[in-house]
């Protein structure tokens, strides 16, 4: 006997779901590239959005931890740092169109600068 399409626990909320956390989170990351024009990106805060997306999205992974160490648990670690790497890069989508051009990437750029 089939199951329905309905009864996985992608599709409910108060299930934990690995998928939908990491569905979440990597469709944020591509939202994101895509909303900021990358690569000339421009300041918008629609950014917020995938940003709050991929934090709840990272929680949903979160709630997939078992108590005891396994093989389960040590790959759901590797996802979580996939998840803070994706988190880090839209958060720096968002803030690095508002910050000031006065940055230096190198202190020679301070001596050619006028």
Do not use: K
Request: proline residues 6%; positive net charge.
């Amino acid at each position: 006997m089939t199951r329905p399409l309905s009864s996985l626990a992608f599709f409910h909320l108060r299930r934990r779901s690995l998928l939908r956390g990491n569905l979440l989170v990597i469709g944020s990351f591509f939202a994101t590239i895509f909303i900021s024009g990358f690569p000339n990106t421009h300041p918008t805060l629609l950014l917020v959005f995938p940003a709050v997306l991929a934090i709840y999205g990272t929680s949903d992974t979160v709630r997939s931890m078992q108590n005891r160490w396994s093989f389960y648990h040590g790959g759901v670690m590797l996802l979580l740092f996939m998840d803070m790497m994706a988190i880090c890069l839209i958060l720096f989508f968002l803030v690095f169109p508002y910050m000031e051009s006065g940055v230096q990437l190198h202190p020679a750029a301070v001596i050619l600068t006028p």
